[in-house]
């Protein structure tokens, strides 16, 4: 549920940058100002966490979580590490790029889903963690797409 804790982060710190503009009126700025942060905040901290508890910590997390632990779970590390780069680099990069984000978050959203529903299909249960986390990725991906559509301007397609 960590996850809850960053998405919280993005839209504290989209709300000091709002009050720092005095709260534009169009939804659109609005819903761009808080895209971006939770592609900075959100996923900048998601890709700074996967470094520590997925390549510097891996044999730690491993032994926490019950995995065997290996190169997969680096390359998993990894892999948050871009998406965390990816978010930053969207300070810079806007427009079509911001739909490059948008689908690496989809697919880290898809294997959350992915992951925690096979946890309880594998153990013939449903818990609370996997449960909660599942709604909270589709909550959360539900969430962006809105903003992206707010936004105005993301999905547009180039020549």
Not at 26 to 50: A, C, D, K, P, Y
Not at 66 to 87: A, D, H, R, T
Not at 101 to 109: F, N, P, R
């Amino acid at each position: 549920m960590w996850f809850l804790l960053l998405w919280f982060l993005g839209i504290v710190s989209a709300l000091v940058h709002l009050y720092t503009l005095d709260f534009p009126s169009s939804t659109s700025e609005i819903s761009r100002i808080l895209l971006l942060h939770q592609f900075v905040v959100t996923f900048g901290l998601v890709g700074v966490i996967g470094y520590v508890v997925n390549i510097w910590k891996a044999d730690q997390t491993a032994k926490m979580l019950g995995w065997p632990g290996g190169p997969f779970q680096v390359k998993y590390g990894f892999s948050q590490v871009g998406l965390g780069i990816m978010g930053i680099m969207a300070i810079w990069f806007q427009g079509n790029f911001w739909v490059g984000v948008l689908v690496t978050m989809y697919i880290y959203g898809l294997s959350g889903l992915w992951s925690h529903s096979y946890v309880m299909i594998k153990n013939r249960k449903a818990d609370a963690d996997s449960v909660c986390n599942i709604i909270m990725d589709i909550v959360y991906q539900t969430f962006i797409t809105v903003l992206s559509i707010l936004a105005g301007g993301i999905w547009v397609f180039v020549n």
